[in-house]
């Protein structure tokens, strides 16, 4: 529904509340967004003007087009790992084919509308991913703040990281650990003015002013002509499809993800508009399309920079859009001033980052939710083996513990007197029913029965499977005393039998049937 202000002002909003709420957010974002594309890209093995290319066409395309108004878009940490493998595996130009493949894909998914079937993908395996993520980026780029080069996976990381730690390099572990430092610091700040300047441009400027101060000598960032002259045109495999077409599936499969959960949460932080998923997928394939074509990295809907975005008091779209204006205009008018920055500080700036993604909120949640297995699996194979891997196992945890769930049917039988009660709880469903059928073979030929139904689930085999033993063992002279089973295979959500059986003797003959339920019903 269109609400009165939007029709008084368009989507987009009047340009008094543009020039008031949004250019200063959008400053913010940019100074934000910045040094991380350039920490993203050194994190990929890519150029770092691929990560600028990345982010401009984020702010512009999506922020123009996107279907989450308040969502910030450009290269993210999360996919950086895989990036650094493709590009090791099939080269730079190679890879920016696969992100146009992966844009195609996204517009082919928003065009059919299936965006909301991404949200279906357990947070336990998407959680996971992002912390082993982090966790390899904060391995592979300890090398780098230490003033060594990353090793191939996470196990040589981990091998040559005390020889890293007994052979510091001077300048560059300083500036290293200055940034890391600063981050930290600016984090435990109390709410203020200074707070509101963002932590990332502090540390990454205030390292750089030190390193100029000193005259360090360490490596700093090299960007090769302005942006237009930086732009790469994206080339085929010669023959080595196989590795090709797994990285474009990849890169759609992770970056749809993480777009579509990152524009749920950000509208759980504003009261604006809604977003559009199908719409918010479309404007990221594009974007995708795009900056693969320009020789960038992948884009994603990112939640820092949105949640700094909306924190600055962002109303509409035009924050994000600006940003990659600013952006734009940042690299083409003073993109030297970006050699200045050294390495070292923008890896400190990835540990920092990468540590983040670990995050202890959604550890203590998912043990709470009792899928703590599932994270803890998927960061074990992100970790130990590959992205895919951990993803692929992920899923598999995931499906084993509903499975697991599935098939946890309680069944007690015991006798009292001349009737056998029998309470089945639980989950009583196929894979139970093989349970419920040896339980129920206690109960002698002939039996009073009461049987209490306090299943939390209940599927068509198990009330086939309770339905053909209630007929059978009547039929062999026994009595059956119950709930009707329609009345429990209907039944969501109630606390009490809608209507007593009809066949209950009386409560001096046999005991009251217990119908208590879980507070969540039959479903």
Known sequence: MTTSSEQKTGPSGSLKSVLASDVPASLVVFLVALPLCMGIA????????????????????????????????????????????????????????????????????????????????????????????????????????????????????????PGQIADLHGAATMLGLLTIGLLVVWQLLPAGRLKQVPGPLVAVVGASLAAA??????????????????????????????????AVLSLALVASAESLLSAVATDKLHTGPRANLDKELLAQGLAN??????????????????????????????????????????????????????????????????????????????????????YVVTVAGVVGINLLAGIGLGFAMAVFRLLWRLGRVHVHVKQDGEVHQVRVSGALTFVGVPQLSTALAQVPVGAQVELDLAVETLDHSGYEALESWCQTHRKTGGKVWMEPLEDVWTRRGSTSVASASPTLPPASVVPPVSTSLSSEGVR
Do not use: Y
């Open 42 to 161: 050194l994190a990929s093995g890519a150029p770092i003007m691929a990560g600028l290319i990345a982010g401009i066409v984020g702010g512009l395309v999506v922020g123009l087009l996107g279907g989450a108004p308040l969502l910030v878009s450009g290269p993210a940490a999360g996919l950086a790992v895989m990036v650094f493998g493709f590009i090791q595996e099939l080269g730079f130009g190679v890879t920016c084919a696969a992100v146009v493949g992966a844009g195609v894909i996204q517009m082919a998914l928003g065009g059919a509308k299936v965006a909301r079937t991404a949200l279906g993908i357990s947070p336990a395996v998407i959680h996971g991913m992002l912390a082993g993520i982090g966790i390899l980026i904060v391995l592979g780029q300890l090398h780098i703040v230490l003033g060594g080069a990353p090793q191939s996976n996470a196990w040589a990381n981990l091998r040559e990281l």
């Open 213 to 246: 101060v000193l005259g360090a000598d360490v490596k700093r960032v090299q960007l090769t002509g302005d942006i237009f002259s930086s732009i790469q045109l994206p080339t085929l495999p010669q023959g080595n499809w196989g590795p090709f077409i797994t």
């Open 289 to 374: 399309t795009l900056s693969g074509l320009a020789g960038g990295l992948p884009i994603t809907g990112v939640i820092v920079r949105s949640a700094a975005n909306i924190a600055a008091g962002a109303k509409t779209r035009a924050s994000a859009f600006l940003h990659g204006v600013w952006m734009l205009l940042f690299i083409t008018l003073l993109g030297s001033m970006l050699g200045l920055v050294p390495l070292t500080v923008l890896a400190g700036l990835l540990v920092f980052v990468g540590g983040k993604l670990v995050n202890t909120h959604h550890i203590k949640e998912l043990r709470h939710r009792g899928e703590l297995s599932v």
